[in-house]
């Protein structure tokens, strides 16, 4: 019943690894995004995909690179992680179409060791 | 660009009313929102207010906006040990839609 689901909860890594989260969402909405919370719990958006395509690009590094596979899922890669990767990474989807609100997933804690 | 601000910390006793506020500066904003994010979890959506309203009420929850002042303000009333988290204020970009978040206001609610 899980609305929007991001596998792994929790992923501890060392530098230099390359590392996938991944997300889904079962409400059939249009738009996915990713969000950054750094450990003084600052949201920040990061990317935002609706229907398949690539509509917001914050600055982020080109480490970070999202794959949408289709309109229900929005996967993070990460190349070469760095100790300040470390946060925890939110998933969110919306229909942008009709205008409803945002939902998010539990997020996924990354720890760069 | 947008920007959201909050005050970080808010204590009460359990029972009293909690007032969280919250300012934003994009006048173009459509929605504003609340989330609340538990220890550990993810966010929720509290509720929501549409900028053409000023007040919205959800069982204990009071929204007040005033677009003037570009201000935001949660009334939780009765607040509950259960209702200590950290709670978000968010505006909707009018473009892609996407939420700017405000740091976010950590409610400590003592027995």
């Known amino acids: 019943d899980t609305a929007v689901s991001q596998t792994p909860k929790y992923l501890v890594t060392q530098m230099g690894n390359d590392k996938s989260i991944k997300c889904e969402q079962n409400l059939g909405h249009d738009t996915m995004y990713w969000y950054k919370q750094d450990s003084k719990k600052f949201l920040k958006i990061m990317f935002s995909?609706?229907?398949?395509?690539?509509?917001i690009n914050e600055t982020v590094p080109n480490r970070f690179s999202p794959k949408s596979p289709d309109k229900a899922h929005l996967n993070l890669h990460i190349n070469s992680l760095e100790l300040g990767d470390s946060a925890v990474y939110f998933c969110a989807s919306r229909n942008r179409a009709a205008n409803t609100e945002a939902f998010f997933g539990q997020g996924t804690r990354l720890t760069v060791v | 660009g947008e920007d959201v601000e909050q005050s970080l910390f808010l204590s009460v006793r359990e029972g009293d009313s909690s007032v969280i506020n919250c300012t934003y500066t994009?006048?173009?904003?459509?929605?504003l929102y609340w989330y609340k994010q538990e220890p550990g979890a993810g966010l929720q959506l509290l509720t929501y207010i549409f900028s053409n309203m000023d007040m919205k009420q959800d069982q204990r929850l009071t929204v007040l906006l005033n677009k003037k002042d570009k201000h935001l303000s949660l009334r939780i009333a009765d607040t509950q040990t259960g209702d200590s988290a950290i709670y978000f204020c968010a505006e909707k970009d009018s473009g892609y839609s996407t939420l700017t978040f405000g740091k976010g206001t950590m409610l400590l609610v003592s027995p």
């Open positions: 995909y609706n229907n398949k395509e690539l509509i």
């Open positions: 994009d006048s173009s904003s459509t929605y």
